[in-house]
């Protein structure tokens, strides 16, 4: 029948109870009262099952999603070129880096972009298909058929009569559609350089962790060392992102739960008012007393948030919730407190910024604290991995990517997916870096990224 003409549509007269066999007429409305409870219980055990099962989807997260944002204490202070740092400077440093983290993965990822997903999906194109739908514009595509998904058509809304000034020129001007389009794509390919670069800097950072208690170990076995390492990883995304992160979740969590600690702990014996550093007074005076330098040291500080746009990338892998919850509750304070304690220890050792993290571990920990930097440096890899997959398959569905093999990786999640071809490209291209590039030039590409893609 059609119920898109308007006619009246003949309800039964009965409702049979397939669990008593009895039968209630629909006009009366008196149904047993066991139905009516059953219902409310049914609903709370729904209710009940949807919160363990986004806590457990934030569990997983921890190895999919964070890894190189939670990784990143291993090469920021490293990466800055500091002469001679006073206290007011590191006050400065960690002032910001506080500040950044929370304009960007709280206020901009985990409260805003979180939010502005494409049927689930995330990611630049995810949101520049959401952004074409909502102003009545065309996406700009080369194919010739019409593609039946959101990502590919915008949908006219009749009922949204008044469109925002802005709305009107990007459907009236070309040039305005293209330099949307140009937007979506740069932010694509910063993602996409990111999942190069990042495993890159991380694992070679926690691997030279080696060097500290051994100066004998030449340079080059480090980096073929973190060849190795990196070389597997790879191989392993053909199983997928559920299987891997069952895998990598509790390094993360052993990494998320030490590194606070021993932040705490430094905090405790070197300098326990690290925490006016959060008045962004300091952050003014940083800049007031270095000028020029000041600005050049504020390059280093930006890559305390790498990786953070697998927040919103990675979020066809999983869901809203599960990442704000992991994020909010575990990845964030984390940070903040492992950062602290490094400037804390610094503050006491100003000179020794250029083993930043391997100098403030206790050294009745040491080496439980390099396996786990280590392997949790792997599992900040494979959140940028997984980031570029799911920006490859936005890009080929919009026809914005060469044709490769997209395999979907699970049943339950249809973001979740793998592409072999762009896996071994990625591979050689991280092995190719070790090759050619050196460490203060890997984090000054990847400083690059971050600033295009923390605007685009």
């Given amino acids: 029948m059609d119920l898109q003409s308007g006619a009246a549509v003949a309800l039964p007269e009965l409702l049979i109870d397939s669990a008593s066999g009895t039968s209630h007429h629909l006009d009366s409305l008196h149904f047993p009262l ?21 806590l457990l989807l934030a569990y997983k997260t921890l190895g999919v999603v964070f890894g190189g944002l939670v990784t990143s204490p291993l090469y920021v202070y490293p990466s800055m070129h500091l002469n001679s740092p006073t206290e007011e400077d590191y006050l400065g440093i960690y002032s910001i880096m506080f500040w950044t983290l929370t304009l960007i993965g709280v206020v901009k990822y985990a409260c805003i972009a979180l939010k502005a997903d494409d049927q689930g999906e995330g990611g ?7 952004l074409c739908r909502n102003m009545n514009i065309g996406i700009l ?20 009569k008044q469109k925002s000034r ?7 001007s070309m040039v305005a559609r293209r330099a949307l389009l140009f937007i ?7 993602l996409i350089g990111d999942g190069i670069l990042t495993p890159s800097i991380s694992v070679l950072s ?15 076995l480090v980096e073929a060392l973190s060849a190795v390492v990196l070389f597997i990883l790879f191989l392993l995304q053909k199983f997928g992102t559920s299987r891997v992160s069952f895998l990598f979740s509790p390094i993360m969590g052993a990494w998320t739960l030490s590194t606070p600690l021993v932040g705490i702990y430094s905090i405790i014996h070197h300098y326990p008012n690290i925490f006016k550093a959060l008045s962004p007074y300091y952050i003014f005076h940083f800049f007031w007393r270095n000028g020029k330098e000041g600005w050049l040291m504020l390059g280093g500080t930006i890559l305390c948030i790498t990786g953070s746009e697998a927040l919103f990338a990675d979020l066809g892998h999983f869901n809203r919730s599960s990442i704000q919850i992991a994020f909010l509750f575990t990845i964030y304070p984390s940070l903040i407190l492992t950062y602290a304690g490094q400037t804390a220890y610094l503050i006491k050792n100003p000179n020794d910024h250029m083993d930043g993290f391997y100098k403030f571990i206790p050294k009745t920990i040491y080496w439980p604290i390099f396996i786990i930097a280590t392997s949790a440096a792997v599992v900040a890899s494979q959140s940028l991995i997984s980031a570029t997959f799911s920006v490859i398959k936005q890009s080929v569905v919009l026809d914005y990517f060469p044709r490769v093999k997209v395999v979907h990786t699970s049943s339950n999640k ?12 990625l591979m050689v291209s991280v092995l190719q870096l070790y090759l050619y590039s050196e460490m203060d030039k890997i984090s000054a590409m990847l400083l690059v990224l971050l600033l295009v893609s923390s605007c685009s």
Avoid at 167 to 172: A, D, H, I, M, Q
Avoid at 206 to 220: E, N, Q, T, V, Y
């Fill in 124 to 130: 630049t194109f995810a949101l520049y298909s959401l």
């Fill in 141 to 160: 595509s080369s194919k010739s058929s019409d593609v039946n998904s959101s990502q590919a058509r915008c949908v006219l809304n009749e009922d949204n």
């Fill in 166 to 172: 802005l709305g009107k020129v990007f459907e009236t």
């Fill in 414 to 425: 249809e973001g979740e997916v793998y592409s072999p071809e762009v896996n071994y490209i």
């Fill in 206 to 220: 926690a691997m030279d962790g080696l060097r500290a208690p051994f100066p004998s170990i030449s340079k080059s």
């Fill in 184 to 190: 979506a794509m740069l932010g694509t390919c910063m």
């Fill in 34 to 54: 066991h139905n009516t409870t059953d219902s409310v219980m049914l609903q709370s055990s729904d209710n009940k099952t949807g919160r363990w099962s986004n």
